[in-house]
């Protein structure tokens, strides 16, 4: 059976219902991806494909307190392309890597949405800093992990920008209209072209005077770089394959 992914963009949308903050419910938009990845039929993708479980539960969830356990955000969080979801893994986050910026689950025994955003944030990040560089950087976006309210931006707006300026960017490098290609300073450009449209999308709900404007754009361009690294490291390990591969031949 081939395995369901979503994109970070299907994602931050599917985190941004669960908000109440999107277009759909999440249980709409949950139907409208399935269905989008089983062929664009609904008959054929309800009777013939198997929905993973961790949708199923969404589904049923109540849609007044999403709450998510460490069990559920591995499962949703394995369901986004590119990606290494472990169990152990965010237990260790959790207890001892970002403790201090997680801290206890929100809802009873449940993590909230921003939680389970930071640990989205933080699979991405990992790729390209160290877990001291990250709790740096989480400090500075929750500030106080206790009051969510002086966040420097919601963890899960921040997870929607970078996800919707990586497609973007992806989007381009596919269409074959990625504007690197005879800059021969190839870096260089791509960095100036990530941080001006992180520029833009911030500008659209922080006024350009605000302090922390720079701090959350930073951000931003570290992320999206970070999941850069994680798309070429998958592609150098599928070359890797292949060459071997092409030796035992």
């Known amino acids: ?48 494909a198997v929905m993973p479980p961790i949708f199923t539960k969404i589904l ?55 939680q389970m955003a930071l640990l989205f944030l933080v699979e991405d990040l990992k790729t390209a800093l160290d877990f001291d560089s990250i709790r ?3 400090k500075l976006i929750v500030n106080d992990p ?8 919601n963890p899960v707006q921040l997870y929607a920008t970078y996800s919707q300026l990586f497609e973007e960017l992806n989007t381009m490098r596919e269409a074959e209209n990625f504007p690197f290609g005879s800059h021969k300073h190839m870096i260089a450009a791509m960095e100036s072209m990530i941080t001006k449209k992180a520029e833009e999308m911030i500008s659209e709900y922080i006024p350009p005077n605000d302090p922390k404007k720079e701090a959350i754009r930073n951000t931003i361009v570290i992320a999206t770089l970070s999941v ?22």
């Open 228 to 249: 850069f690294t994680a798309y070429f490291q998958m592609l150098a390990r599928r070359y890797l394959t292949a060459t071997i591969f092409l030796q035992k031949m």
């Open 60 to 114: 049923k969830k109540n849609t007044d307190d999403f709450g998510f356990s460490l069990n559920e955000i591995v499962a949703l969080g394995s369901q986004i392309e590119n990606t290494n979801f472990t169990l152990t893994a965010i237990q260790n986050w959790v207890k001892r890597d970002i403790k201090e910026m997680i801290v206890a689950p929100e809802k009873g025994k449940k993590y909230s949405i921003e």
């Open 146 to 153: 206790e009051d969510e309210h002086d966040d420097l931006i």
């Open 1 to 48: 059976m081939e395995l369901f992914q979503m994109t970070r963009r299907e994602m931050a949308d599917l985190l941004l219902a669960l908000k109440g903050w999107g277009p759909q419910t999440p249980a709409a938009f949950l139907q409208k991806v399935w269905v989008k990845k089983n062929g664009g039929n609904p008959a054929r993708s309800f009777a013939s």
């Open 136 to 138: 740096k950087l989480l």
